[in-house]
């Protein structure tokens, strides 16, 4: 469905999209450690363990130690991360890392709510948006959209971005290009 001009795509069974940004590729032979994949053409895919950069349009070998699957993150994209909860009120889902997958335009919207019933139903829900500019490099915070009780007045993103110059895995310990502190209205930021 998301590369219906990608004639090679049809007859895949063993691939699947995970939203509109991950390429999960499931090793499904015993004692296998590497998986040949298609990569479907019509942009860039990020390797999301290295950060490397390959073309789409093309079938490659994966690395697949028994501890990871391939994904690969699709060019343009925003993945949201948040701290490690057990439970959804733990504690406030603050700061959220961004990841942001450079060579296209991106969007995404961050949705939250009380997480603890059915208020969102009544409206009880706020939404961010994010939209990456590649010709500028710009990363745009929109106006928070809603509120809810116990809501967040003040968030923190950190921001990571991946490119082709810059290859990173999505790794959690090392530092943010750049953190924002977000009180609701646009920001806008030069990535």
Not at 22 to 37: E, Q
Not at 105 to 110: E, K, R
Not at 123 to 140: C, K, N, R, S, V
């Amino acid at each position: 469905m998301d590369f219906n001009g990608d004639n090679e795509v049809k007859n895949i069974g063993d691939q699947f999209m995970f939203g509109s940004s991950l390429l999960v590729n499931p090793v499904y032979m015993y004692k296998a450690t590497n998986r040949s994949l298609y990569l479907p053409a019509g942009q860039g895919w990020y390797d999301l363990y290295t950060g490397k950069y390959s073309e789409g349009g093309k079938q490659i070998i994966a690395d697949a130690p028994y501890q990871q699957i391939p994904v690969y993150v699709k060019e343009g994209s925003i993945i949201p991360t948040g701290p490690e909860l057990q439970y959804t009120d733990e504690r406030p889902a603050d700061p959220v890392t961004l990841f942001v997958y450079t060579g296209k335009d991106a969007s995404f919207t961050l949705y939250e709510d009380e997480n603890l019933n059915y208020n969102y139903e009544k409206g009880a829900f706020a939404q961010i948006p994010f939209t990456y500019d590649q010709e500028t490099g710009t990363l745009t915070i929109g106006e928070r959209e809603g509120r809810f009780n116990g809501m967040l007045k003040k968030r923190t993103f950190h921001i990571k971005v991946i490119s082709k110059e810059k290859p990173s895995g999505m790794k959690f310990d090392v530092p943010a290009d750049k953190t924002i502190t977000y009180s609701g209205k646009t920001v806008k930021v030069r990535l």
